[in-house]
C-alpha cells in the first residue's frame, strides 16, 4: 500500500516491504506530519505518507543505494505522538528514538538479513547525506515536505510528480535549473508561510502546553503513544485547564485572539523554526546568490512572536 498522489511509483524490495510493515513504521499511519496543524488546515496527511514519499524520492534518484532506501524508511520512525507538536514540552530527542529504535531486533534482523547493519544506519543519519542535504542545501526530506505539505493547502499548481522529473540531486542535496527554481523557491515560502501562521502556532501552542500540564512527568512509554491515545487522554484529564485547552482546539468553544503585540493577559506564542535550505543552482548553493540571501531574508520575517488568548 505504498501508492500515493505525488511521485511516479516505485517498487519496494522485498526487505523495503518487510521495513514497511514493522510496528515502528506502521505506527507513523497513526501521527500527523502537521502536527496540531492537523486541526486547523486541510494538511492532515501522516508520517507514513511522508516517509513513502521521502523513500520515493530516494528511489527515484538514487535506485542502486540501499542503505539511503533504508535510512529513508525509517528516518522518523522516533517522532512522538503529533511529531514536533509536544516533542520540546516534555524534553525527548526524536532524533535518538530513532536509533534505539532502529537497533531494536524488529528492524535490525531486517537490515542484517540484507547486508545492512543497524549501527551503519544510525551513523549514516548524523551524517550531511542526500536524504538531509549538507549544511545548507535542500534534502529529500524537507522537499518531501515542502511538496506534500502545500500539495495538501492547494497551494501548488503542478504535480510534483512533474517538477521532480526536472530536479537532480547529488551528495550535497537538491539541484534546480534557473528556470526551476523561481518555483521551487514559492512553494520553500509558502510552507514556512503555513507553518507560521498565527492559527497554526496557537494550535501548536495548546496542545504542547496541555500535554505538558498532563503528564507532568513523562515516562519513555509516552514516546511510543499515537495521536489519538494522547488526545483520549487529555480529554478525561482532571485538569481543567487542560480539559478547556484541548476543547478549545478540537471544537473551538471560545473564540481565539491571535496578536503579535504581547499584552501579558494570554500565552505568549514564541517563535517558530524557519526551513531555510535551498536548492543549488550551477552546482553552487542558492542561499550564496544575491537572490538567495534575498529570500532568507523574507523567510525569516515569518518567524514571530505571538500572544495567545482564550476569551
Known sequence: ???????????????????????????????????????VSSVTHSRFEHTVGV???????????????????????????????????LGFDHHQLTKSYILHQEISSILEQNNLSAET???????????????????????????????MAGSVEELPRNIINRLTCSADGIAASEEDIDQLMQIIFANNRLIHSPALRAADYLLAESV???????????????????????????????????HTLLYQPKPLVISTSVSGNGFVIPKGKIYAKQPLVNQTPYCNSESGRAFQQKLSQLAQEYELVLT
Not at 530516494?58 to 505522538?81: C, E, K, Q, T
Not at 544506519?121 to 502545500?150: A, E, I, M
Not at 495521536?227 to 481543567?240: F, R, T, Y
Request: aromatic letters at 12%.
Open 212 to 246: 505538558r500540564l498532563h503528564w507532568q512527568e513523562a515516562h519513555s512509554s509516552f514516546a511510543f503513544l499515537i495521536d489519538a491515545q494522547v488526545i483520549a487522554e487529555l480529554l478525561q484529564s482532571k485538569n481543567k485547564q487542560v480539559t478547556e485547552m484541548i
Open 1 to 39: 500500500m505504498l501508492n500515493e498522489p505525488l511521485y511516479p511509483s516505485q517498487s519496494p524490495l522485498p526487505w523495503e516491504t518487510a521495513l514497511f510493515q514493522t510496528s515502528f513504521v506502521k505506527r507513523l499511519k497513526h501521527l500527523a506530519h502537521f502536527g496540531a496543524g492537523s486541526f
Open 121 to 151: 544506519v544510525c551513523h549514516y543519519l548524523d551524517q550531511d547525506t542526500p536524504l538531509t542535504g549538507s549544511k545548507n542545501v535542500l534534502g529529500l526530506d524537507h522537499l518531501d515536505s515542502f511538496f506534500r505539505d502545500t500539495y
Open 55 to 89: 523513500w520515493k524520492l530516494a528511489v527515484h534518484f538514487f535506485p542502486n543505494n540501499h542503505l539511503l532506501r533504508a535510512a529513508s524508511i525509517l528516518h522518523d520512525i522516533g517522532h512522538l505522538p503529533f511529531s514536533h507538536s509536544v516533542e520540546r514540552a
